[in-house]
T-cell receptor, first 115, second 116 residues
Framework: DAGVIQSPRHEVTEMGQEVTLRCKPISGHDYLFWYRQTMMRGLELLIYFNNNVPIDDSGMPEDRFSAKMPNASFSTLKIQPSEPRDSAVYFC?????????????FGEGSWLTVV | AQSVTQLGSHVSVSEGALVLLRCNYSSSVPPYLFWYVQYPNQGLQLLLK??????LVKGINGFEAEFKKSETSFHLTKPSAHMSDAAEYFCAVRSLGSSNTGKLIFGQGTTLQVKP
């Protein structure tokens, strides 16, 4: 299996621009998570989906952030407009919850820099 | 609510020395515990996990961890550090509870430095 695939791997954008991060979970997985990693705050869960339905978006920092999962094999995290404080690594992860001990697999991350 | 505390944001050991990374958790229901490793500029990779059964869990790269319910701990150890072990290590708890959320709650991470 190819694992969780994220794109782009690196993005540099100007403040105010729209940023779209993409994720393809592992085939057959029914949970998808978006995490953000920063030096100051560590790894934060932003939102997660179960069977393409958003379950908990309490970690989304503000209305500038939105996430969608139109089908089982694709999700996006959008920031509009972007701000320098959004600079971080954004990880997508997925798992199959046939059992609670199932491993959550992470993608390689999208390194976002907003200047 | 579940939480994870990793004691020590930075740990430095000499090559060949014992590695001990500490993790304590808080959970109102039986926890499922994980250690992930993150190498520079890479994603998170599972090292090992505890679900049920044997409390001493062995993982990849010679790491192991022991679940101690009485101490609410899940410390990560490796008998002999290698230069390639230098990375950031994250302890995480996944507790379904009544809501069956399945999400991971991470500690703040511990950076392991290995000196030659």
């Amino acid at each position: 299996d190819a694992g969780v695939i994220q794109s782009p791997r690196h993005e540099v954008t100007e403040m105010g621009q729209e940023v779209t991060l993409r994720c393809k979970p592992i085939s057959g997985h029914d949970y998808l998570f978006w995490y953000r990693q920063t030096m100051m705050r560590g790894l934060e869960l932003l939102i997660y989906f179960n069977n393409n339905v958003p379950i908990d978006d309490s970690g989304m920092p503000e209305d500038r952030f939105s996430a969608k999962m139109p089908n089982a094999s694709f999700s996006t995290l959008k920031i509009q407009p972007s701000e320098p404080r959004d600079s971080a690594v954004y990880f997508c992860a997925s798992t199959y919850t046939g059992g609670p001990g199932n491993t959550i697999y992470f993608g390689e991350g999208s390194w976002l820099t907003v200047v | 609510a579940q939480s994870v505390t990793q004691l020590g944001s930075h740990v430095s050991v000499s090559e060949g020395a014992l590695v001990l990374l500490r993790c304590n958790y808080s959970s109102s229901v039986p926890p499922y515990l994980f250690w992930y490793v993150q190498y520079p500029n890479q994603g998170l990779q599972l090292l090992l996990k505890y679900t049920t059964g044997a409390t001493l869990v062995k993982g990849i790269n010679g790491f192991e961890a022991e679940f101690k319910k009485s101490e609410t701990s899940f410390h990560l150890t490796k008998p002999s550090a290698h230069m390639s072990d230098a990375a950031e290590y994250f302890c995480a708890v996944r507790s379904l509870g009544s809501s069956n959320t399945g999400k991971l709650i991470f500690g703040q991470g511990t950076t392991l430095q290995v000196k030659p």
